[in-house]
Each structure stands twice: as C-alpha cells, then as structure tokens.
C-alpha cells in the first residue's frame, strides 16, 4: 500500500503548482482523498478534501478560491491544484486517503515540498 506525492518545488510569488499522488495497492475510489501541509515549526493543517466519487469538495478558508482538489479514479490518483500561491503557503504537501467501515484506514504518503519564494 502506497500514496506517493509528485510535482511540488519552487515557485514565485502568484505562481502555480499542480501535485499528484498516485495510490497503489489499495482502491482509492473507495477512499477519502485529502490534502494537509504542514509547515515549519506548525501543526499539520488539513488543506482540502474530496469525497469517493469526487462530488463533493471542502477547503479550508486559507485557500479558497486558490487551490483546487480532484481526483481520476481511473488512474488511482488524486491532485491538487494551486493557484496564486503565496509565500505563506510554503510548507510540506501530504497526501492522505481515509477510509471509515466500522473503523478509520488511514494511509499517507511521504510528502512532497512546496517553496513559494521570489
């Protein structure tokens, strides 16, 4: 079982980044998706979600409007994209999938570094 994160870096100011995370070994359709970051001497903060068949989204206020969640089921993955990125949006990206059948399945990947700096 495995959710790996791709596509963060270094960005400018106002600039954009679209990350991945491709699942294996487990059907992600049947999963939450969610994105957290965690920034730097920070709490892990949950970013946005989206549910099994991708109808439904939430975001946290900080992002509205900026980033988007989406998922291809086909492809067992999920993505974030982010816009208008700020220097405050610096921090840890993390993919995570959630599953609740009497008890929550948890799985997460490594994490993937977004910089927003000039």
């Known amino acids: 079982v495995q959710l790996v994160e791709s596509g963060g870096g270094l960005v400018q100011p106002g600039g954009s980044l679209r990350l991945s995370c491709a699942a294996s070994?487990?059907?992600?359709?049947?999963?939450?998706m969610r994105w957290y970051r965690q920034a730097p001497g920070k709490e892990r903060e949950l970013v946005a979600a989206?549910?099994?068949?991708?109808?439904?989204?939430d975001y946290a206020d900080l992002v509205k409007g900026r980033f988007t969640i989406s998922r291809d089921n086909a492809k067992n993955t999920g993505y974030l994209q982010m816009t208008s990125l700020k220097p405050e949006d610096t921090a840890v990206y993390y993919c995570?999938?959630?599953?609740?059948?009497?008890?929550?399945?948890?799985?997460w990947g490594q994490g993937t570094q977004v910089t927003v700096s000039s």
């Open positions: 995570n999938a959630v599953q609740y059948t009497g008890r929550f399945v948890n799985y």
């Open positions: 070994g487990f059907t992600a359709s049947s999963y939450t």
């Open positions: 989206i549910d099994r068949d991708g109808g439904n989204t």
